[in-house]
């Protein structure tokens, strides 16, 4: 079965420093895997996908995800973060039917 | 980008009572979209994929008859929670994947903004 693990549930950076949110996936065949955001009592948000093509995946609002797969990540990162950055960001891969296995989430909170 | 909408977007009720969620998708036809279960800083646990004309297709733990979902139109799939309790009190989340059915793998799904259901 597909599954995402994300090691981190919480990531703390100051305002204007990167920042990298953890994923590693584990899945059979090509894997197809996604970022999302979440912001408080919100649905979720769409930052970027990888399916094929360049490693480096570049998203919304600036960030971007680097699929690697002899290590099986997909990390999220971002050059300088922002305090409105902070929020739940979700891995996610894509299972049978075009289901989402999502992993545990990790909270980012970015101080200023 | 294509929008998903949820009614109510909070809900609070009764033991016992069954209460009805709607989810839409506005500007854009979805024969699929899926249910997920979200409790308090945790993840989306999928409930079921609804499919328009058909039966849902339930994940395992997923009780049927306590989850009813009907799928009626290509914009409109409703989720409800039969004779609630305490205990199915959460944030229920509907998506609608992008795109024509066959790059659904390829596409991201759209999710509605939530639907924060309290039974008391």
């Known amino acids: 079965a597909q599954s995402v693990a994300q090691p981190e549930d919480q990531v703390n950076v100051a305002e204007g420093n990167p920042l990298t949110v953890k994923c590693t996936y584990s899945v059979s065949g090509n894997p197809y895997l996604f970022w999302y955001v979440q912001y408080p009592n919100r649905g979720l948000q769409f930052l970027l996908k990888?399916?094929?093509?360049?490693?480096l995946v570049k998203g919304s609002y600036g960030f971007e995800a680097e699929f690697n797969k002899s290590q099986t990540s997909f990390h999220l990162k971002k050059p300088s973060a922002l305090v409105s950055d902070s929020a739940l960001y979700f891995c996610a891969v894509r299972d049978t039917g075009g289901k989402l296995i999502f992993g545990q989430g990790t909270e980012l909170s970015v101080k200023p | 980008g294509a929008v998903v909408s949820q009614h109510p977007s909070r809900v609070i009720c009764k033991s016992g009572t069954s209460v009805k969620i709607e989810c839409r998708s506005l500007d854009f036809q979805a024969t699929t979209m899926f249910w997920y279960r979200q409790f308090p800083k945790q993840s989306l646990m999928l409930m079921a994929t609804?499919?328009?004309?058909?039966?849902?297709?339930?994940e395992q733990g997923v009780e049927k008859d306590k989850f009813l979902i009907n799928h009626a139109s290509l914009t409109l799939s409703t989720l409800t929670v039969t004779s609630a309790h305490p205990e199915d009190s959460s944030f229920y989340i509907c998506s609608a994947p992008g795109g024509a059915s066959g790059s659904w793998s390829y596409n991201e799904q759209f999710f509605g903004p939530g639907t924060r259901l309290t039974v008391l």
């Open positions: 990888y399916i094929t093509g360049d490693n």
């Open positions: 609804s499919n328009e004309g058909s039966k849902a297709t339930y």
